[in-house]
């Protein structure tokens, strides 16, 4: 993917310089363009409702998809179709007209798998693909999970899916999706997504870097959660009760900053008052947190990204904390949590606390680590963010990376959101370019080539000569 990079004018320099995502310069742009994404009414591929067209055109594309693939997702779930026959199918979908629970798991399921075959949106598919992928694996990789075992569920990253624009990005889980006997979760975007709405591309690091990741791994949810309860009891005002009882939704959010950076944060606060505009509300954080929503209320989600923020590694943190936290306050009303009315300040020294937990806390299901041990942001992942910016901007070849580090999927969708944050120009251009940056990494990745691969992260070399000895072999 690397490439000579581009001579750059003294000009272009100065105005990258100027282009600060500190600034926000770009934030009424990226909320008109999440906006712009949430009143379409593109609704994606007609789910199929007839059993034996179905079944036909699954079987049509199942050599279409890598060995992995092939072996853990499309095979079993084209042998439960079959197994269910015309009657069972129908019964299905009967019971759930509102495609809210078995039969919407069903149907996703076999909409991704007909999508990638058949070749719906494909350029923005491969590259929404290999973003999750990249997501999913990087959890699982050799390097980052030294002395962890691997998940208790999930074999593959999931597949990603077009549709159900009402419900926004959303997954299924692994456990759920383990019921049709395949071996990976499935990840949705509303189909605008695919050409507008880059924002919502942030969201993605919540699905599955959160969901699918924290869902494979047999009691560390639960074990999260009773930390929360423990650690905020002394704050009392449900607020222990509040937080662990969300604590799906809440530590996603987490793994997601972890993975994404302060993009992930900033770029929470821009979609959902993005989404506020759509249905026709301010363009803001709402204050009040519902006792039946599984969500945090969005404006004690906002602080939680600033508190993650300001817990990562790179430079800039206490600058971006800071900043998030301001953007929240901007929106803060009065803060009411499941019925009960709390200060902004005791919101956020609850945030505070939380972030600390799900971030620093050691959990027995991950051999005591904690999810910060597995996944962080650091200067490095900074300097690659930073390299990317211009050429996803002017869609020029990427450079090489900064100290020759890795390049991966987040960084270019962290690189393409700060853009738009810093400029807010040309959205459209610039989401075109990420899915071309993000289409040639998928070109490269093992998992989907011939070969049966599952996690490209395990595939390292362990050496016998120290590294400080092998940079000496090589002159370096």
């Known amino acids: 993917m690397a ?28 909320i008109d363009d999440a906006c712009l994404a949430a009143v379409s009414n593109s609704t994606g591929p007609v789910d199929p409702l007839n059993h034996a067209a179905f079944l036909k055109r699954l079987k049509a594309v199942q050599s279409k998809f890598p060995p992995v693939y092939e072996q853990y997702y ?17 019964q299905v979908l009967k019971r759930d007209p509102k495609r809210e629970s078995d039969a919407g798991l069903m149907l996703d399921l076999g909409q991704a798998i ?19 992928s990249d997501l999913y694996d990087g959890f699982l990789s050799a390097e980052d999970r030294r002395g962890v075992k691997q998940p208790d569920l999930g074999v593959i ?45 942030a969201a993605l690091g919540h699905e599955t870097a959160g969901h699918d990741i924290l869902h494979a791994d047999d009691g560390l949810q639960a074990e999260l959660a009773e930390m929360l309860r423990t650690n905020l009891a002394p704050l009392g005002q449900g607020l222990s009760d509040y937080w662990a009882d969300r604590i799906d939704e809440t530590s996603s959010d987490v793994m997601g900053i972890l993975n994404l950076g302060p ?19 301010p363009a803001k954080l709402g204050s009040t947190g519902y006792d039946d ?34 953007e929240t306050d901007k929106d803060c009303g009065t803060v009411v949590l499941a019925g009960k009315t709390i200060t902004a300040a005791v919101a ?71 853009e738009a944050l810093a400029s807010g120009q040309n959205l459209g251009t610039l989401q075109a370019n990420l899915i071309k940056a993000l289409n040639g990494l998928h070109d490269a990745n093992p998992s989907w080539g011939p070969l049966f691969i599952a996690h490209p992260g395990q ?15 090589r002159g370096s």
């Open 348 to 418: 956020r020294k609850s945030a505070r606390i939380v972030a600390k937990t799900l971030v620093k806390g050691k959990a027995k299901a991950l051999e005591n680590h904690a999810l910060g041990d597995i996944q962080g942001w650091a200067d490095s992942d900074e300097a690659i963010v930073q390299a990317m910016r211009a050429p996803l901007r002017d869609g020029t070849p990427l450079p090489p990376t900064p100290g020759g580090k890795k390049l991966y999927a987040a960084h270019l969708v962290s690189a393409a959101v700060m």
């Open 293 to 326: 929503d599984p969500h945090p209320a969005d404006i004690v989600r906002g602080y939680l990204a600033a508190e993650v923020v300001a817990l990562l590694s790179f430079a800039d943190h206490t600058a971006w904390a800071k900043l998030i936290a301001a």
């Open 459 to 473: 595939m390292r070399r362990d050496y016998f000569v120290p590294a400080a000895l092998r940079r000496l072999q």
């Open 3 to 30: 490439s000579t990079p581009k001579t750059v004018s003294k000009k272009t320099v100065k105005a990258d310089k100027a282009a600060d995502p500190l600034k926000l310069a770009g934030m009424k742009a990226v």
């Open 74 to 90: 499309v095979e079993p779930y084209i042998k439960t179709i079959t197994n269910l026959g015309q009657t069972k199918f129908n």
């Open 114 to 132: 007909l999508q990638h075959g058949e070749g719906f949106a494909k350029a923005s598919t491969r590259a929404f693909q290999e973003f999750i």
């Open 157 to 201: 990253p999931p597949l990603a899916k077009w549709g159900n624009p009402d419900a926004g990005p959303y997954t299924w889980p692994v456990d759920a999706a383990s019921s049709f006997g395949v071996e990976a979760a499935v990840v949705n975007m509303p189909p605008a997504n695919a050409e507008h709405g880059l924002v919502a591309w």
């Open 263 to 281: 993009a992930a944060g900033i770029g929470l606060i821009a979609y959902f008052r993005g989404l506020g505009k759509a249905y026709g509300q």
